[in-house]
């Protein structure tokens, strides 16, 4: 039993759940909002479900999808306030990852030399947006 699809509103009379790579097509933050306030208030909820996602990505040993995910977080906030979201929030999504030894950990590299099928830590850091 794999993950389930992640809802994903693109806007406030089309709730739906897609996968992950539609999410990257239609982020919730390029939806119509009626308050365009609300984009910075889900912010946080946001951080949130990506968190806990990666958290059940790595329980269940999937490092492949943890990374990916991980590394497109940026796409799946696409078009929200993120200047609205508090400091825990900011730091969740930039901190930790500007040296080599903060980007291994994060990313559970052994080494730059890690590949799984041309993913390696060249791609994870261009694909986040890290390099």
Known sequence: AGLRPWPTPS???DVCFRSHYDCLHRPVGLGNF???ADRGR???VLVRMLQHRMETLLAAGDLFMYRWT???RPYFLKGLDLGASDEAVRRHLF???ATWAEFKEAYRFESPLDDFKGYNPLR???MSNNV
């Open 42 to 44: 889900l912010v946080p």
């Open 34 to 36: 009626a308050v365009a």
């Open 95 to 97: 901190a930790g990852e």
């Open 70 to 72: 991980r590394a497109m």
């Open 124 to 126: 994870y850091a261009v």
């Open 11 to 13: 806007d406030a009379n």
